[in-house]
T-cell receptor, first 112, second 116 residues
Framework: GQQVMQIPQYQHVQEGEDFTTYCNSS?????IQWYKQRPGGHPVFLIQ?????EVKKQKRLTFQFGEAKKNSSLHITATQTTDVGTYFC????????????FGTGTRLQVTL | DADVTQTPRNRITKTGKRIMLECSQT?????MYWYRQDPGLGLRLIYY?????DINKGEISDGYSVSRQAQAKFSLSLESAIPNQTALYFC????WGQGSGANVLTFGAGSRLTVL
C-alpha cells in the first residue's frame, strides 16, 4: 500500500536557526497537505499544494511540492519557540481524495 | 464549543473490557474518520465513513468497529480491549468537493486510551 515517510523524525534547533522537513511518498500524489500538532494538541491544517513544482509561503514557512508530485518539503526560516510541535504531511490514498495517508511526522524542538 | 467533540478525553480500562469512543461534529461535514496515533508511527486510519450508510475499513481496522449513528455522530468501539490498543485516538471530519477547504481534515481534541 501507499507509504509516506518523513525525515528527520526529530530535530532540535536553537531559536533563529532554520528548519526543514522532507516528505516522500511511494506513489504519485494528486495533492499534499501539511498539518501541525502542538505538544498535547491535535493536528491542525496548515496548507494544501496541488500543482507540480508548486511553492507556497505562509510568513516564515515555505512549502514545496515536487515536480514528480511524490515529495514535498516544509522549510521554516528563523525558527521561534512557537514553532515547536510535530509536522505531518498527508496525501490522498488511491481512489479517493478524502482518505489521507499521513507521514510519520517530524518533531521540532526549539530552544532559546 | 469545539467543532469536533470527542468523549471521553481520557480513559483507563482493563484487558477484555468493551470500550466506546464517541465523536460528534457541528461542521456539517459528511465525511468522518477515526485515526490512531502512536509515537513514531504518525496517524493511522482505522475506519472512515463518507455518509450515514457508508462504512469503510482503514489500514488498521482489526479489533475495532464503528457506528455512524447520524451525519454528525461517529463512534469507535473496541469489543475486547488489549494493551497494544493503548494509544491516542483522533476523530476527524471533512467535506467533499473540489473547492478550497474541501478534503481538509478537522480533528477533535483526541481521546487517550490506556489498556492495562
Amino acid at each position: 500500500g501507499q507509504q509516506v515517510m518523513q525525515i528527520p523524525q526529530y530535530q532540535h534547533v536553537q531559536e533563529g536557526e532554520d528548519f526543514t522537513t522532507y516528505c516522500n511518498s511511494s506513489t504519485t500524489l494528486s495533492n499534499i497537505q501539511w498539518y501541525k500538532q502542538r505538544p498535547g494538541g491535535h493536528p491542525v491544517f496548515l496548507i494544501q499544494l496541488v500543482k507540480s513544482g508548486e511553492v507556497k509561503k505562509q510568513k516564515r514557512l515555505t512549502f514545496q511540492f515536487g515536480e514528480a508530485k511524490k515529495n514535498s518539503s516544509l522549510h521554516i526560516t528563523a525558527t521561534q519557540t512557537t514553532d515547536v510541535g510535530t509536522y505531518f504531511c498527508a496525501g490522498p490514498g488511491a481512489g479517493t481524495a478524502s482518505k489521507l495517508t499521513f507521514g510519520t511526522g517530524t518533531r521540532l524542538q526549539v530552544t532559546l | 464549543d469545539a467543532d469536533v467533540t470527542q468523549t471521553p478525553r481520557n480513559r483507563i480500562t482493563k484487558t477484555g473490557k468493551r470500550i466506546m469512543l464517541e465523536c460528534s461534529q457541528t461542521k456539517g461535514h459528511d465525511r468522518m474518520y477515526w485515526y490512531r496515533q502512536d509515537p513514531g508511527l504518525g496517524l493511522r486510519l482505522i475506519y472512515y465513513s463518507f455518509d450515514v450508510k457508508d462504512i469503510n475499513k482503514g489500514e488498521i481496522s482489526d479489533g475495532y468497529s464503528v457506528s455512524r449513528q447520524a451525519q454528525a455522530k461517529f463512534s469507535l468501539s473496541l469489543e475486547s480491549a488489549i494493551p497494544n490498543q493503548t494509544a491516542l485516538y483522533f476523530c476527524a471530519t471533512s467535506s467533499w468537493g473540489q473547492g478550497s477547504g474541501a478534503n481538509v481534515l478537522t480533528f477533535g481534541a483526541g481521546s487517550r486510551l490506556t489498556v492495562l
